[in-house]
């Protein structure tokens, strides 16, 4: 189980985005960040809030993914790839007209193991009640 999440998280964090630039999602979390915390220092500038927000809210959704149980977090664990899976939609795969080899692999691969890891939860809790 512990190997399928992290291939999972792994996976997500190497999704890129299908704009011009194409970061892959652990570089933008590291940008959004940096703009924060770089706020702070110049004073033209407004802070930012929704990069804070942003890469917080999907810091700790990973964490939350990955600390899930195997049998009693399971609907957490389904929220949890429903959270990641909205945040990859901010890509902007919707707006794109080409969808690239850098997109497209990691995010199968995230969405294969991730909804293993889902089945496999719910899979152990009818086993063990036939016990």
Do not use: E
Not at 48 to 67: M, P
Not at 93 to 120: E, G, H, K, W
């Amino acid at each position: 189980m512990k190997a399928l999440k992290i291939i999972s998280i792994v996976s997500y964090l190497l999704i890129c985005s299908t704009d011009q630039k194409g970061f892959p999602i652990i570089i933008m979390l590291l940008i959004y960040l940096v703009d924060f915390f770089q706020s702070f220092t110049y004073n033209n500038l407004g802070i930012s809030w929704s990069s804070f927000i942003l890469s917080t809210l999907t810091i700790a959704t990973l964490f939350v993914f990955f600390k899930c149980k195997h049998y009693t977090d399971k609907y957490l664990q389904i929220f949890c790839f429903l959270a990641l899976i909205t945040l990859v939609m901010f890509s902007g795969i919707f707006n794109s007209y080409y969808s690239n080899l850098y997109f497209l692999l990691p995010f199968l691969i995230f969405i294969t193991s991730s909804v293993t890891l889902i089945f496999i939860s719910f899979k152990k809790i009818t086993l063990q009640d036939k016990i």
